[in-house]
């Protein structure tokens, strides 16, 4: 008899069949209790792809039981997180999709719960997509502990996996459809008995026909109640509970008074019943939040089809060069794998063998390909065009560019401008107004009116809903967020959608914004007569641990005999170093003249070498300007924007690109101090400026800014400091991106502007009489489709 393995770890399994685990209907065996309800708890979490897909197995849970596991304690294995959690020095983050928001207040309730626990760095709830990005401590508290917390308010969390989500959300909507269908037909039914009822035609009615009807329709409208319109007491309860009110308390006890008031009328057999408008406005209040969902499920499906660009498969290549085709998801830092053209790239890494090009467009938005050579960069759910390479793994799961993009493009979509806000703090107090506003209506209409008090008072309580006021910014706001992301536009801080609009001067960096950054070393001027001296080589050693592009001009004359040691770089001018053990520097000529004993420079070069009495050499570099460089300005200064060039450059240079580009004003040899200065200066005359710039270097100048702007490549993306990063070479994405924004704007200005007209409007013709229950709840939905509807435009903009 073959010995058994455990299932999970891989350890001998010494007690037979005593502990198993039902996975993919096959009972497997496990070696100890901890294992069995480690791997029972991933299973019911819904993680079952984790035995697909592992590398390894899982480690050993002697020292477990199932007693001190809860339901949410698989997602703190590390071999299960490695999936969905991105770990930082300090810090993990993931996304979670939630289960049961409805409104803008479920939001407000889970980050108000949690943002105060301890090791919670920060929550931000998005209602339009229904998922949260949290940022924790793992050393303060666990992942399957903030689960529960937002569990035992009433919501069910989950990391946010793609195909998990897409399968709970058609179960969602299968359910929705259910309740749905099922208020309609009762609706159908009440309504012809609350015909036979109320018509003349059947004036005449025998009380004992009209207590019949009345029991019939009493009959068919309790599903509706009971279960057609769970969803609104839940969401009441929930708040309730937590001790605030929402959008759905009103619905709730207008639903629920209707019922009762009409069963007590039913049973006794005096006053009114209620039941066809308790079941129509619930039939419509349920058809428009259906319409509602589907359409903030469109608005945040751009995300989600970042992650499905990713294959499924990878070609593993093996020491001996077999081919073994495997999961993607089994890729590990160090693996390399064989990429043939037309094949999608299955994980972050660099080429190692061949030369093609690639398709990224996934990330800029850039249909044109980009060549590819030898120890170049190529990222996971690009497209391999030309030839077949050879790719080693650098980054996998979280750590990949995508996975990157996608986590800042849901940090945008919960970015909530100064407006949104205000208007949160103006809903948490709008369901107390109609609250006491329904109280008083039906005291004064009891008075005057009694007969018709109770459903004018209902008319209230469901016409006069701030969700339209809730929805009018996030939505609007996850729309321009998914544009950007088609545009390869990462918006990295809150309040870019507030500033795009608003600027109206932009300053320009010259090497690597204007310019392709790639610069090339077109000269070089010897000033001593020692021939010994390589001062290329020198130069190549002292710039040999910058990522600056000037120090990439020197990458090709790098010699291994040179060593550095006590080297000082100085932002914006130059850097002094000891190669082999003589001083150096290297920089400007300002740089030169302030740090050594020199105040005659010879020359017009970009960069000096000199040690502490000689002048050594001048290099002069050249950088090509960006193809797209002069329509973008052109462009811009259609659209009114004010532009200047703020370069360290002391060249001849400055001028050329300034000329070929039709910039007028240019401010060249400024160090990172004086450009912020220039900015400054700006800002007083009342500027609001933009100011593009290396996101990497210029970290203090770009936080001196309005906004700021740098092109963004690869993993310089994750430790960019700019508000905005435009993914590519693409300059002409800025102006595209203001445009959207400034239509985002507008958006979000008339969604306010019909959601408070619309309040305005309501409860003035609620309280007097003028609307039925089923009008109000006709209203009241519509009313937050149109906000829906609108903020959906934006997804049609032609870029």
């Given at each position: 008899m073959d010995a058994l393995n455990c299932f999970h770890c891989g350890e001998p399994v010494t007690t037979g069949r005593q502990f198993e685990t039902l996975i993919d209907n096959v009972p497997q065996p496990m070696c100890c209790p901890g294992c069995q309800a480690v791997s029972a708890a991933i299973i019911e979490a819904g993680l079952t792809n984790y035995y697909k897909y592992r590398t390894e197995p899982g480690s050993k849970q002697t020292a477990l039981v199932p007693e001190a596991l809860n339901a949410f304690s698989a997602f703190d294995l590390k071999e299960v997180q490695q999936d969905f959690v991105h770990q930082d020095k300090q810090s993990a983050s993931t996304s979670l999709t939630i289960d049961g928001i409805t409104c803008a207040a479920c939001a407000w309730l889970i980050e108000h719960k949690l943002q105060h626990i301890d090791g919670i760095n920060k929550i931000a709830v998005n209602t339009t997509t229904e998922r949260a990005q949290v940022s924790w401590d793992p050393e303060k508290i666990k992942l399957s502990e903030i689960l529960a917390q937002i569990s035992r308010i009433g919501y069910q969390a989950a990391p946010y996996q793609v195909d998990d989500e897409e399968i709970q959300s058609k179960k969602n909507s299968r359910k929705f459809l259910l309740r749905l269908g099922l208020a309609g037909f009762a609706t159908m039914q009440v309504m012809m008995f609350a015909l036979a009822l109320y018509s003349d035609y059947f004036t005449d009615l025998d009380v004992e026909f009209r207590d019949y009807f009345r029991w019939v329709s009493m009959i068919f409208a309790a599903p509706v109640v009971f279960y057609s319109a769970q969803p609104f007491y839940f969401s009441a309860l929930r708040a309730m509970l937590s001790g605030r009110l929402n959008m759905d308390v009103s619905v709730s006890i207008a639903i629920c008074g209707a019922y009762i008031a009409s069963c007590i009328a039913t049973v006794s057999g005096q006053g009114e019943v209620y039941f066809e408008s308790v079941s129509m406005f619930t039939f419509f209040l349920l058809l428009g939040r259906y319409f509602e969902q589907n359409a903030r499920q469109k608005a945040s499906i751009s995300s989600n089809n970042l992650h499905k660009l990713i294959p499924l498969t990878a070609n593993l290549l093996d020491d001996e060069g077999n081919q073994t085709e495997v999961p993607a998801k089994r890729l590990k830092v160090g693996d390399l794998i064989m990429v043939k053209p037309g094949e999608v790239i299955a994980a972050d890494g660099d080429i190692v063998e061949g030369m093609s090009s690639v398709n990224e467009a996934m990330l800029t938005g850039e249909q044109m390909p980009v060549t590819k050579n030898l120890n170049s960069q190529v990222y996971a759910g690009t497209i391999n065009v030309d030839h077949p390479i050879k790719v080693h793994v650098t980054a996998t799961g979280q750590d990949q560019l995508v996975a990157e993009i996608i986590r800042l493009q849901e940090a945008a979509s919960n970015n909530k401008p100064k407006v949104a806000l205000y208007v949160d703090t103006i809903s948490n107090y709008f369901t107390w107004t109609i609250l006491v506003v329904a109280a008083l209506t039906y005291l004064v209409w009891k008075h005057y009116w009694p007969e018709d008090a109770f459903w004018v008072t209902l008319s209230v309580l469901v016409a006069t809903c701030p969700c339209a006021l809730a929805l009018a910014t996030p939505t609007a706001v996850t729309c321009a967020t998914g544009l950007f992301t088609r545009l390869g536009v990462v918006a990295r801080r809150p309040g870019v959608f507030e500033k795009l609009p608003k600027v109206d001067q932009v300053v320009f960096d010259k090497t690597g914004t204007l310019t392709c950054g790639s610069l090339t070393l077109r000269e070089t001027q010897r000033f001593t007569q020692d021939e010994s001296l390589e001062v290329l080589a020198i130069a190549a050693a002292m710039e040999s641990q910058s990522i600056h592009p000037i120090a990439k001009a020197f990458t090709p004359y790098y010699q291994t005999g040179y060593r550095l040691s006590e080297s000082q770089y100085v932002a914006g001018e130059g850097v002094i170093a000891s190669v082999n053990?003589?001083?150096?520097?290297?920089?400007?000529?300002?740089f030169i003249r302030g740090n050594t004993q020199l105040s005659d420079i010879k020359g017009d070069?970009?960069?000096?070498?000199?040690?502490k009495t000689r002048l050594l050499a001048g290099f002069t570099l050249s950088d090509t300007v960006r193809e797209d460089a002069k329509a973008t300005l052109y462009t811009l200064k259609e659209m009114?924007?004010?532009?200047?060039?703020?370069?360290?450059?002391?060249?001849?240079?400055?001028?050329?690109?300034?000329?070929?580009?039709?910039?007028?004003?240019?401010?060249?040899?400024?160090?990172?101090?004086?450009?912020?200065?220039?900015?400054n200066l700006l800002r007083d005359q009342g500027k609001q400026v933009v100011m593009f710039g290396d996101g990497v270097n210029d970290a203090p100048v770009l936080a001196g800014a309005n906004l700021s702007v740098a092109m963004g490549s690869g993993a310089d993306i994750a430790k960019n400091s700019a508000d905005l990063i435009l993914l590519g070479d693409q300059l002409s994405r800025f102006p595209q991106a203001v445009r959207i924004a400034k239509l985002t704007e507008q958006i979000i200005r008339q969604n306010l502007i019909w959601a408070l007209g619309y309040n305005l409007l309501i409860i003035p013709l609620a309280v007097t009489g003028h609307v039925l229950p089923y009008i109000a709840a006709i209203g009241m939905s519509a009313s937050s489709l149109i906000v829906v509807a609108n903020s959906l435009r934006l997804l049609k903009v032609r870029l």
């Amino acid at each position: 008899m073959d010995a058994l393995n455990c299932f999970h770890c891989g350890e001998p399994v010494t007690t037979g069949r005593q502990f198993e685990t039902l996975i993919d209907n096959v009972p497997q065996p496990m070696c100890c209790p901890g294992c069995q309800a480690v791997s029972a708890a991933i299973i019911e979490a819904g993680l079952t792809n984790y035995y697909k897909y592992r590398t390894e197995p899982g480690s050993k849970q002697t020292a477990l039981v199932p007693e001190a596991l809860n339901a949410f304690s698989a997602f703190d294995l590390k071999e299960v997180q490695q999936d969905f959690v991105h770990q930082d020095k300090q810090s993990a983050s993931t996304s979670l999709t939630i289960d049961g928001i409805t409104c803008a207040a479920c939001a407000w309730l889970i980050e108000h719960k949690l943002q105060h626990i301890d090791g919670i760095n920060k929550i931000a709830v998005n209602t339009t997509t229904e998922r949260a990005q949290v940022s924790w401590d793992p050393e303060k508290i666990k992942l399957s502990e903030i689960l529960a917390q937002i569990s035992r308010i009433g919501y069910q969390a989950a990391p946010y996996q793609v195909d998990d989500e897409e399968i709970q959300s058609k179960k969602n909507s299968r359910k929705f459809l259910l309740r749905l269908g099922l208020a309609g037909f009762a609706t159908m039914q009440v309504m012809m008995f609350a015909l036979a009822l109320y018509s003349d035609y059947f004036t005449d009615l025998d009380v004992e026909f009209r207590d019949y009807f009345r029991w019939v329709s009493m009959i068919f409208a309790a599903p509706v109640v009971f279960y057609s319109a769970q969803p609104f007491y839940f969401s009441a309860l929930r708040a309730m509970l937590s001790g605030r009110l929402n959008m759905d308390v009103s619905v709730s006890i207008a639903i629920c008074g209707a019922y009762i008031a009409s069963c007590i009328a039913t049973v006794s057999g005096q006053g009114e019943v209620y039941f066809e408008s308790v079941s129509m406005f619930t039939f419509f209040l349920l058809l428009g939040r259906y319409f509602e969902q589907n359409a903030r499920q469109k608005a945040s499906i751009s995300s989600n089809n970042l992650h499905k660009l990713i294959p499924l498969t990878a070609n593993l290549l093996d020491d001996e060069g077999n081919q073994t085709e495997v999961p993607a998801k089994r890729l590990k830092v160090g693996d390399l794998i064989m990429v043939k053209p037309g094949e999608v790239i299955a994980a972050d890494g660099d080429i190692v063998e061949g030369m093609s090009s690639v398709n990224e467009a996934m990330l800029t938005g850039e249909q044109m390909p980009v060549t590819k050579n030898l120890n170049s960069q190529v990222y996971a759910g690009t497209i391999n065009v030309d030839h077949p390479i050879k790719v080693h793994v650098t980054a996998t799961g979280q750590d990949q560019l995508v996975a990157e993009i996608i986590r800042l493009q849901e940090a945008a979509s919960n970015n909530k401008p100064k407006v949104a806000l205000y208007v949160d703090t103006i809903s948490n107090y709008f369901t107390w107004t109609i609250l006491v506003v329904a109280a008083l209506t039906y005291l004064v209409w009891k008075h005057y009116w009694p007969e018709d008090a109770f459903w004018v008072t209902l008319s209230v309580l469901v016409a006069t809903c701030p969700c339209a006021l809730a929805l009018a910014t996030p939505t609007a706001v996850t729309c321009a967020t998914g544009l950007f992301t088609r545009l390869g536009v990462v918006a990295r801080r809150p309040g870019v959608f507030e500033k795009l609009p608003k600027v109206d001067q932009v300053v320009f960096d010259k090497t690597g914004t204007l310019t392709c950054g790639s610069l090339t070393l077109r000269e070089t001027q010897r000033f001593t007569q020692d021939e010994s001296l390589e001062v290329l080589a020198i130069a190549a050693a002292m710039e040999s641990q910058s990522i600056h592009p000037i120090a990439k001009a020197f990458t090709p004359y790098y010699q291994t005999g040179y060593r550095l040691s006590e080297s000082q770089y100085v932002a914006g001018e130059g850097v002094i170093a000891s190669v082999n053990d003589t001083r150096y520097f290297l920089g400007s000529a300002v740089f030169i003249r302030g740090n050594t004993q020199l105040s005659d420079i010879k020359g017009d070069h970009s960069v000096y070498l000199a040690d502490k009495t000689r002048l050594l050499a001048g290099f002069t570099l050249s950088d090509t300007v960006r193809e797209d460089a002069k329509a973008t300005l052109y462009t811009l200064k259609e659209m009114g924007f004010a532009t200047c060039i703020a370069s360290g450059d002391t060249s001849e240079h400055v001028e050329q690109v300034a000329a070929e580009v039709g910039i007028d004003t240019l401010h060249k040899g400024l160090k990172p101090i004086d450009k912020l200065k220039l900015i400054n200066l700006l800002r007083d005359q009342g500027k609001q400026v933009v100011m593009f710039g290396d996101g990497v270097n210029d970290a203090p100048v770009l936080a001196g800014a309005n906004l700021s702007v740098a092109m963004g490549s690869g993993a310089d993306i994750a430790k960019n400091s700019a508000d905005l990063i435009l993914l590519g070479d693409q300059l002409s994405r800025f102006p595209q991106a203001v445009r959207i924004a400034k239509l985002t704007e507008q958006i979000i200005r008339q969604n306010l502007i019909w959601a408070l007209g619309y309040n305005l409007l309501i409860i003035p013709l609620a309280v007097t009489g003028h609307v039925l229950p089923y009008i109000a709840a006709i209203g009241m939905s519509a009313s937050s489709l149109i906000v829906v509807a609108n903020s959906l435009r934006l997804l049609k903009v032609r870029l």
